[in-house]
């Protein structure tokens, strides 16, 4: 079956230390993205990738960096000037410039700082 | 600029009743809405979206919506909610003028009691 695999499905990490999120698409998507879900607060986009080797900063990219070496996998790392990085993390993917824009979801990261 | 305002954080209805969850909102530009729905400890799943065909849309599980331009509410319902219907819900938006990045609202949670 097709889909989004996100791994792990729960991490925790001491302060000071950077943790990558994984994300794999076998779904041929282009455009991959992720989010950072907090209670009360919608989904926030924290960056995208619409071509292998690009991706763009979403609306809270401090504290965060990606990569897109390859279409099918945009790993997330959380770094340590992240100042609060407890929360839950959702990996999506649409095919690219597809006006109705239907994004196909991961099951979720949750991450804990101790 | 684009969002959407989600009216009420949480909703509880009895098993069986109307549920209605309140979506408004602001674009310059024609839209395109949709409802996504999220189980606990889950990605989010595509209920149902509109995309300037007819106003009334109808999604999965007995879900529907209607896009009321007059209004700028894309409001969603079921006629007879079901135990299975707890969940969180998002509405979200779309447009050019957001280079086509979701937009999403705060969520709210639906209790659904027996």
């Known amino acids: 079956d097709g889909g989004i695999t996100q791994s792990p499905k729960y991490l925790f990490r001491k302060e000071g230390q950077n943790v990558t999120l994984s994300c794999e698409q076998n779904?041929?998507?282009?455009?991959m993205y992720w989010y950072r879900q907090d209670p009360g607060q919608g989904l926030r986009l924290i960056y995208y990738?619409?071509?292998?080797?690009?991706?763009q900063k979403g609306d809270i990219a401090e504290g965060y960096s990606v990569s897109r070496e390859k279409k099918e996998s945009f790993p997330l790392t959380v770094t340590s000037a992240q100042k609060n990085p407890t929360a839950f993390y959702l990996c999506?993917?649409?095919?690219?410039?597809?006006?109705?824009?239907?994004?196909?979801f991961g099951e979720g990261s949750r991450l804990t700082v101790l | 600029a684009q969002s959407v305002t989600q009216l009420g954080s949480h909703v509880s209805v009895s098993e069986g009743a109307l549920v209605l969850l309140r979506c408004n909102y602001s674009?310059?530009?024609?839209?395109?809405l949709f409802w996504y729905v999220q189980y606990p400890n889950q990605g989010l799943q595509l209920l149902l979206k509109?995309?300037?065909?007819?106003?009334l849309v109808k999604g999965i599980n007995g879900f529907e919506a209607e896009f009321k331009k007059s209004e700028t509410s894309f409001h969603l319902t079921k006629p007879s909610a079901h135990m299975s219907d707890a969940a969180e819900y998002f509405c979200?938006?779309?447009?050019?003028?957001?280079?086509?990045?979701?937009?999403f609202g705060a969520g709210t949670t639906v209790t659904v009691r027996a």
């Open positions: 979200a938006v779309i447009t050019r003028s957001n280079d086509y990045k979701l937009s």
């Open positions: 509109y995309t300037s065909a007819a106003t």
């Open positions: 999506a993917s649409s095919i690219l410039d597809r006006a109705d824009g239907e994004l196909f």
């Open positions: 674009s310059s530009v024609p839209p395109y």
């Open positions: 779904l041929n998507h282009d455009a």
């Open positions: 990738s619409q071509i292998v080797n690009d991706f």
